[in-house]
């Protein structure tokens, strides 16, 4: 449970990140403001226009003046088609408003989640992340969109329509006033009740979208195992737990509506009772009796709205606050003060010193010193948590050092240009992620200005170009999410080639191979080659298959270099790389 420093230190956030979407919005907020204000005076001047038709345009019309009921009559359609009108324009202005709003915000959350580092998002899921953009953003739309107008329009509404039965009968606007005790009662019972069941509704809904998502994605596991009926049952189970809340929740709206209706219909039954009582005794004339008996039934009608609304105001606060934590995450990896040119970049390497650990954890590389010449290739194996890819994700600076400083060509890569880097530097990793479209443009994602004729040149260049002559549509192929048409080493393929295309000085291979079966890797492994031809790279491998055609290979254990020399040499040697060695051939046999 959070602490209540912390609860108030996240208001605050909320309400800067509030403020400042509003500020760009000052203007037309403002204007909204006055449509809903004369919107409401225009509705409310009906009923008293009512009164002074049947109470004076009635007498004169008898007497044979048909001006003042004319008038009066005139007037008030004129009232009702400017009351019209201007609902319609405040419609208009809030949601002009309230989608400037929401289009800064959904473009703030995924700017900065974009911005944020490697180490926020392997600690903050994307399924938060999708929750942010998708159910926090539509809590915060459904708000935006009619709530706030609703909220301003119902209680100007009420002070309106109590104010003008004040001034036109004070005794009907007392009898008002004291029946506003009872539904203020009756609307905060319902905002105590309806918050908490508007939680269970929403953990209802929560399990039960869970459980179909995990079903559903774990579906093969649920047939080969034949645990269908259980999974029915327990899905089942909580369909009733929702369907319970649902009907609770509408149990509860029945009863709020019942009971205003109530109160406002006992309250007219006052009004009429009192002002009739009155009229006989010639102590209050007939319009201003119709006119009190309208803007009794009016005035409870908002309260409606007005309970209705809390529901989506705890939910579109509560939004905002996740939004605002959101918002105020800081990149562990800030873009350097000064960035530092990289034009030409060669892929010399230099690790000086480098002690790194994730987060506040422990050391994984202690003090790392390493140098890799330009054109050199470099292999590291070692155990699983030796520390292999976290030196390849300092290269990518996807984190920082703690102490030391990673350069490449002498430059200290935190000082390096963004764009000079990722330019120089391409990462390919075991999930070779495609993303939805044709392979062309697949290849092409590190190089997008690239003619159709570079993308097939480096197609051709991995040993890719046959495979994709023979898909339906050639390079326009859609390879779907994920690339789920395509196989693992077909897959990786691509990978290499778009890295083939972008050129990098320095290319880093994180288990490029590890995933792929016997002919997969052997069809790899040919686009491996001339990936690797002429420019530095790391290359991070369990599999020996990937490591002997390296340069140099790095035994890594513990953070520490324990081995160094060629592939020949460690095998002679007689180290830990001979006995990794020696285990590999074994399987071949």
Do not use: C
């Not at 009229?279 to 709205?305: C, H, N, W």
């Amino acid at each position: 449970m959070e602490a209540p420093a912390d609860h108030a230190g996240i208001r605050r956030l909320s309400l800067r990140l509030l403020r400042s979407l509003l500020r760009p919005v000052a203007g037309p907020a403002w204007a909204t403001v006055a449509l809903v204000v004369g919107a409401q005076v225009a509705h409310v001047a009906g009923p008293a226009l009512v009164a002074v038709a049947i109470d004076r345009g009635l007498p004169a019309m008898r007497d044979g003046d048909p001006a003042p009921l004319l008038l009066t009559a005139g007037g008030y359609l004129l009232t009702a088609v400017l009351g019209g009108a201007l609902t319609a324009a405040v419609v208009r202005a809030a949601a002009r408003v309230s989608q400037a709003i929401l289009l800064d915000l959904r473009r703030r959350v995924f700017r900065h989640t974009q911005l944020l580092s490697l180490e926020f998002h392997e600690r903050y899921t994307s399924g938060r992340i999708i929750s942010r953009q998708t159910s926090d953003l539509d809590a915060v739309r459904e708000l935006l969109d009619g709530g706030i107008t609703t909220l301003a329009s119902s209680a100007l509404a009420m002070v309106l329509t109590a104010a003008s039965l004040l001034l036109l009968d004070w005794p009907s606007g007392v009898v008002l006033l004291v029946a506003v005790v009872p539904g203020v009662l009756l609307t905060r019972w319902f905002q105590a009740r309806s918050q908490a069941q508007y939680r269970k509704q929403r953990t209802a809904a929560a399990r039960l979208i869970v459980r179909f998502v995990e079903t559903m994605t774990g579906i093969r596991a649920v047939q080969a195992f034949r645990r269908q009926r259980p999974v029915a049952a327990d899905y089942g189970r909580l369909s009733e737990e929702y369907r319970v809340a649902s009907a609770e929740g509408i149990r509860l709206n029945g009863l709020f509506d019942s009971g205003l209706t109530l109160i406002g219909n006992v309250t007219v039954a006052v009004v009429v009772l009192v002002g009739g009582l009155r009229v006989l005794d010639g102590g209050l004339e007939v319009g201003v009796l119709a006119a009190a008996v309208l803007y009794a039934k009016r005035f409870f009608s908002p309260l409606t709205q007005i309970g209705m609304f809390y529901n989506s105001f705890q939910s579109a606060t509560a939004a905002l606050e996740k939004l605002a934590e959101l918002l105020a995450e800081e990149p562990t990896v800030p873009e350097p003060a000064r960035p530092a040119p990289l034009p030409s970049p060669r892929g010399d390497v230099r690790l000086a010193a480098v002690e790194f650990g994730y987060g506040d954890g422990p050391s994984v590389l202690p003090g790392l010193d390493l140098h890799v010449p330009a054109g050199q290739s470099v292999a590291l194996v070692g155990e699983t948590g030796a520390g292999k890819s976290t030196v390849a994700k300092l290269l990518a600076r996807f984190y920082d050092v703690r102490s030391g400083a990673v350069l490449i060509d002498d430059v200290d890569v935190r000082d390096i240009a963004p764009q000079d880097l990722r330019r120089a530097l391409v990462m390919v990793t075991q999930e070779a992620y495609l993303f939805s479209g044709s392979i062309a443009a697949n290849i092409a994602l590190g190089r997008p200005d690239a003619t159709r004729e570079q993308i097939e040149d480096a197609a051709r260049s991995v040993g890719l170009h046959p495979l994709v002559e023979q898909m339906p549509a050639g390079y326009d192929t859609e390879v779907d999410k994920r690339g789920v048409r395509l196989s693992a080493g077909q897959r990786q393929l691509v990978s290499f080639a778009r890295a083939f295309l972008a050129d990098p000085a320095l290319l880093v291979l994180d288990e490029a191979t590890s995933s792929l079966d016997v002919p997969g890797e052997q069809l790899v492994q040919r686009g491996l080659g001339t990936l690797l031809a002429g420019r530095t790279s790391v290359v991070i491998a369990h599999r020996l298959s990937t490591v002997m055609g390296a340069d140099r290979v790095l035994v890594v254990d513990g953070g520490r270099i324990v081995e160094d020399g060629s592939p020949a040499e460690l095998v002679s040697a007689g180290g830990r790389f001979a006995a990794l060695h020696d285990e590999w051939q074994r399987s071949l046999r």
